[in-house]
Nanobody
Framework: QVQLVESGGGLVQPGGSLRLSCAASGFTFSIYAMSWYRQAPGKERELVATIVSAGRSTNYADSVKGRFTISRDNAKNTVYLQMNSLKPEDTAVYYC????????WGQGTQVTVSS
């Protein structure tokens, strides 16, 4: 069945880095643009970054541009989010999903940026 499994979150100090991974299964991963989203407590889920199917084009929310990098490995059906220079306002649960035509959401991975 269709499944998204996010991992790599944790507690990190401001200015630190984390690398998130999302393993996808149950659909033809390589033909879909994939995105990372995040949801902070009391806020709506927001789009963070998108990568097209072949990985040649990416887009980022203004709030993370220059700090986050999205990438993918179609051979492993996995999308990544490298997060550098983390700020407390990056604290949220991070999810991946297709950019269009959502599949069931995974459990997400918690990222907490705090000193």
């Amino acid at each position: 069945q269709v499944q998204l499994v996010e991992s790599g979150g944790g507690l990190v100090q401001p200015g630190g880095s984390l690398r998130l991974s999302c393993a996808a299964s149950g659909f033809t991963f390589s033909i879909y643009a994939m995105s990372w989203y995040r949801q902070a407590p009391g806020k709506e889920r927001e789009l963070v970054a998108t990568i097209v199917s072949a990985g040649r084009s990416t887009n980022y929310a203004d709030s993370v541009k220059g700090r986050f990098t999205i990438s993918r490995d179609n051979a492993k059906n996995t999308v990544y989010l490298q997060m550098n220079s983390l700020k407390p306002e990056d604290t949220a649960v991070y999810y991946c999903n297709r950019n269009r035509g959502f599949v069931p959401w995974g459990q997400g991975t918690q990222v907490t940026v705090s000193s």
